[in-house]
Structure formats: structure tokens, C-alpha cells
């Protein structure tokens, strides 16, 4: 029996319609795990395998930020690519997302052909 190893990406958005345009994007080839919230995310982390995360920035609690800190601070959690999607566009949001530990950022609208690299490239 031959069983190709599928990574899990967690996508983290508090609208559901992003969750329902990455997912469909993204599950012929990965698993995928959806949460609406920072709080969600994280226990979906502690509770679950996750092989990447894609994250909201602007989300009510817990931000996109707080989030990722959560996450980098939890040594289960802390070598999990973060790949914040994000409608902000400054260097200092970029530079922000660096300095809590991000790999990688996504603009929305999210554009599908970047989507499937950068997930790729992460999980090599």
C-alpha cells in the first residue's frame, strides 16, 4: 500500500470567506485545518500535527502577531513555518512579522500560482 505522506496546513483567518477560498486552494494537495481565531489556532497546535501555518494579521484578540509570539515561545510549536496573509503592505507590518518569527509573507487578495510556491518552499 503505497500512502504519500500529506503535510497539514492550519489557515488562520476570522473571515470565513478567505478560509473557504485558501482551503479549496490548497486541499488536492495538502490536509487542512481551519481556525477563525488566534486562540483557536493555537489550540489546534497544541492538540494536533500542524506542518505550516498560514495567518491572518488583522484578526479581533489575539492578532496575527500575538499569535506567532505564542507560537515561537511554545518549543512544540516554535518550528512550525509561520506565513502571515495580510492586506497590509508596509515594511514596518513585514518587519513586524520578522521580528515574531514569520517566514514569509502573503498580500490578499491572495494570488493562487504565490500561494502554492510559498506553501511549497516552506514545507521543503
Not at 3 to 25: A, K
Amino acid at each position: 500500500m503505497n500512502t504519500i505522506h500529506r503535510s497539514t496546513v492550519l489557515i488562520v483567518d476570522d473571515t470565513p470567506d478567505n478560509i473557504t477560498l485558501i482551503s479549496g486552494l490548497l486541499k488536492d494537495k495538502y490536509n487542512t485545518k481551519v481556525a477563525t481565531s488566534g486562540a483557536t489556532a493555537l489550540q489546534i497546535v497544541a492538540s494536533s500535527k500542524v506542518d505550516l501555518i498560514l495567518l491572518d494579521i488583522m484578526m479581533p484578540d489575539v492578532d496575527g502577531f500575538e499569535t506567532c509570539r505564542r507560537l515561537k515561545a511554545d518549543p512544540s510549536s516554535a518550528a512550525i513555518p509561520v506565513v502571515f496573509l495580510t492586506a497590509k503592505s508596509l515594511q514596518e507590518d513585514e518587519a513586524m512579522g520578522r521580528s515574531v518569527g514569520a517566514v514569509d509573507f502573503l498580500r490578499k487578495p491572495v494570488n493562487p500560482d504565490q500561494l502554492f510556491s510559498r506553501v511549497a518552499v516552506h514545507l521543503k
